[in-house]
């Protein structure tokens, strides 16, 4: 679809939205003006990216799961916003990982903001999963740098066991930017994909007040 919406949905949701679900945004400052940008975030709930994309003054192009493709509300609103579809199962599941890394690559190319919540999928107890190394991947083969973000509240707005919102208020701490030029010459390194991932995902932590817990090398 060529026509973007996402400016008429923030638009449209924004006022609400902070009214009704957002406490405080911290350190706004530190998302550049222009260029590009991959935004990582922790995962609890499916107002983690309707809060993000309201409160970040530029456009975030999403990994959007298989999900939202199902039902025509959903596939309508991702495909009208531009955002990046990625099959999580099934036997296309590593085609779809590459072309949805191919197009980021693309948008991030362009000066664009690509957004990834790299534990892929939400929380079912509100801590923190063991993330994936594809924001790292993006980072490299992009040469952009990361903005971690921690979100406090959303688990308790809407947690994955739920249908409909609580009133509830979110807080949202956003990081300065990670760069990681050293390893650009490493990007299909499973080590150092996994060692940027790490530091990644403890600076996460720390901005929503949690721990992590996965600091394996694998």
Same mark, same amino acid.
């Given at each position: 679809m060529n026509i973007n919406f996402y400016p008429f949905f923030r638009f449209a949701t924004k006022p609400f939205v902070k009214w009704l679900w957002i406490d405080q945004v911290d350190g706004l400052k530190n998302i550049p003006t222009k260029g590009p940008l991959i935004i990582v975030a922790n995962h609890q709930s499916y107002f983690d990216f309707i809060c993000l994309s309201t409160i970040c003054p530029r456009q975030i192009h999403y990994f959007a799961a298989e999900v939202f493709y199902k039902k025509w509300w959903w596939r309508l609103i991702v495909q009208s916003t531009q955002q990046i579809k990625i099959e999580r199962y099934g036997p296309n599941k590593k085609e779809s990982g590459k072309e949805a890394i191919r197009q980021a690559v693309h948008y991030l190319q362009e000066g664009k903001v690509c957004g990834l919540f790299p534990e892929g999928t939400r929380s079912r107890t509100g801590k923190m999963q063991k993330a994936f190394t594809g924001a790292a991947k993006l980072s490299l083969l992009s040469k952009a740098p990361i903005i971690p973000i921690g979100i406090i509240g959303t688990y308790e707005i809407m947690s994955p066991h739920e249908n409909f919102p609580h009133l509830h208020k979110s807080k949202i701490k956003i990081g300065k930017p990670m760069r990681f030029s050293q390893f650009?010459? +490493?990007?299909?390194?499973?080590?150092?994909?996994?060692?940027?991932?790490? *530091?990644?995902? +403890?600076?996460?932590?720390?901005?929503?007040? *949690?721990?992590?817990?996965?600091?394996e090398s694998q």
């Open positions: 650009e010459n +490493q990007k299909n390194d499973p080590l150092v994909l996994r060692k940027i991932t790490n *530091q990644v995902m +403890q600076k996460i932590a720390e901005l929503s007040e *949690q721990e992590y817990l996965f600091n």
